[in-house]
């Protein structure tokens, strides 16, 4: 396992004359980080993480039913769970999809937490084989791979693709979602599958005419719908592609190979999630006023604060990364600093954009 990250200090007397060099611990900060040359450990900490996430899931879906009230409007309840779950078409009718739901997350939670068991106590769990020449997980080889970290890549990809595709047959064929303008649970039976209509949300081209929210600002249900599916596409087809293909010769010299850079970029992913949320949050086709109620500000501040602190983990990460692999340099600071200054225009303008409406 690799050391502890520590900071010397130099404290310095008036005189001049000695210095006490002092030797302090920042080994805590580190979290998941100690494990990356564990691959086992490594893998079973990841499993444990989406394990206790699916058991939050459950637990706190089954705490809000027994304090649902069927008579109060569910926006005036203070839930958090049971709103998406409306949204999404379930338990509109009859609670017990509510249940089903909660006890799925519960039982999903064990199976992954006994899998995270099992990398941990299993120390050749993740030396195995990766087509003909990738061969996965052996102490510190996992990182400076190209071919093993593709692989890695493009199952994730397929997988959030999977997920991607899963919500569009849900509101095509499987009972519908939530309409805030019929104001009931209909199936989408038209989804947009015009690329045009669909990209070019990303540069604020909507039905509606130009609007700087771009994505966030998506008006009807098809589009919704039909955004989804071509992220699914999209996903799934990146995902085929990093899992059979090594990455190109001009990328590897480019991109750095260290376990901290790859958690960095990791970090910066769900941190743009965040981000971009945070514009959602307005939207009230995805946050409809009768369900989610009309007080965004709370729900603003919290996809503010989480992406801080994954944007935050994505700069020291990276930083330490760039050291450790010898790239790094002055700029390095410079860069992060107007990354932070560009989080926090994005922060402000969402919070104004709070007040105006």
């Given at each position: 396992?690799?050391?502890?990250?520590?900071?010397?200090?130099?404290?310095?007397?008036?005189?001049?004359?000695?210095?006490?060099?002092?030797?302090?611990?920042?080994?805590?900060?580190?979290?998941?980080?100690?494990?990356?040359?564990?691959?086992?450990?490594?893998?079973?900490?990841?499993?444990?993480?989406?394990?206790?996430?699916?058991?939050w899931a459950g637990s706190f879906t089954l705490l809000?039913?027994?304090?649902?009230?069927?008579?109060?409007?569910?926006?005036?309840?203070?839930?958090?769970?049971?709103?998406?779950?409306?949204?999404?078409?379930?338990?509109?009718?009859?609670?017990?999809?509510?249940?089903?739901?909660?006890?799925?997350?519960?039982?999903?939670?064990?199976?992954?937490?006994?899998?995270?068991?099992?990398?941990?106590?299993?120390?050749q769990s993740t030396n195995y084989a990766v087509g003909?020449?990738?061969?996965?997980?052996?102490?510190?080889?996992?990182?400076?791979?190209?071919?093993?970290?593709?692989?890695?890549?493009?199952?994730?990809?397929?997988?959030?693709?999977?997920?991607?595709?899963?919500?569009?047959?849900?509101?095509?064929?499987?009972?519908?979602?939530?309409?805030?303008?019929?104001?009931?649970?209909?199936?989408?039976?038209?989804?947009?599958?015009?690329?045009?209509?669909?990209?070019?949300?990303?540069?604020?081209?909507?039905?509606?005419?130009?609007?700087?929210?771009?994505?966030?600002?998506?008006?009807?249900?098809?589009?919704?719908?039909?955004?989804?599916?071509?992220?699914?596409?999209?996903?799934?087809?990146?995902?085929?592609?990093?899992?059979?293909?090594?990455?190109?010769?001009?990328?590897?010299?480019?991109?750095?190979?260290?376990?901290?850079?790859?958690?960095?970029?990791?970090?910066?992913?769900?941190?743009?999630?965040?981000?971009?949320?945070?514009?959602?949050?307005?939207?009230?086709?995805?946050?409809?006023?009768?369900?989610?109620?009309?007080?965004?500000?709370?729900?603003?501040?919290?996809?503010?604060?989480?992406?801080?602190?994954?944007?935050?983990?994505?700069?020291?990460?990276?930083?330490?990364?760039?050291?450790?692999?010898?790239?790094?340099?002055?700029?390095?600071?410079?860069?992060?600093?107007?990354a932070g200054f560009a989080t926090i225009l994005v922060?402000?303008?969402?919070?104004?954009?709070?007040?105006?409406?």
């Open positions: 396992m690799q050391s502890q990250p520590t900071l010397d200090v130099a404290v310095n007397r008036v005189d001049g004359s000695s210095s006490l060099s002092q030797l302090r611990d920042f080994s805590w900060l580190q979290g998941n980080a100690r494990l990356i040359n564990r691959t086992e450990l490594l893998l079973g900490a990841h499993l444990a993480h989406a394990g206790l996430i699916m058991f809000e039913i027994s304090r649902y009230v069927a008579d109060v409007p569910l926006a005036d309840q203070g839930l958090l769970l049971l709103p998406r779950l409306v949204n999404l078409g379930w338990g509109t009718d009859n609670i017990e999809a509510w249940f089903a739901i909660a006890i799925l997350h519960l039982a999903s939670s064990a199976v992954l937490a006994a899998g995270g068991l099992f990398h941990v106590f299993n120390k003909d020449d990738r061969i996965m997980a052996k102490e510190e080889g996992l990182w400076s791979n190209p071919e093993t970290l593709s692989f890695i890549l493009g199952q994730h990809l397929i997988i959030l693709g999977f997920a991607a595709s899963l919500f569009v047959l849900k509101a095509t064929r499987f009972g519908g979602i939530y309409a805030p303008l019929a104001g009931s649970v209909h199936l989408v039976e038209n989804a947009t599958t015009n690329p045009a209509v669909i990209l070019g949300y990303l540069f604020g081209f909507t039905r509606h005419g130009w609007d700087p929210m771009g994505m966030a600002a998506v008006d009807n249900l098809p589009d919704l719908v039909g955004g989804h599916l071509w992220i699914s596409v999209i996903c799934i087809s990146g995902g085929i592609w990093h899992t059979v293909r090594a990455p190109f010769g001009w990328f590897r010299e480019k991109f750095i190979y260290d376990g901290h850079v790859i958690l960095s970029y990791s970090l910066a992913g769900v941190g743009l999630m965040a981000l971009i949320s945070i514009f959602f949050v307005f939207n009230e086709l995805v946050y409809p006023i009768e369900i989610f109620g009309d007080n965004r500000l709370e729900t603003v501040v919290l996809q503010a604060v989480l992406a801080v602190v994954f944007l935050g983990g994505h700069v020291w990460h990276n930083l330490l990364g760039q050291k450790r692999s010898g790239r790094f340099s002055e700029s390095s600071y410079y860069e992060a600093a107007m922060v402000a303008l969402a919070i104004g954009l709070n007040s105006v409406a």
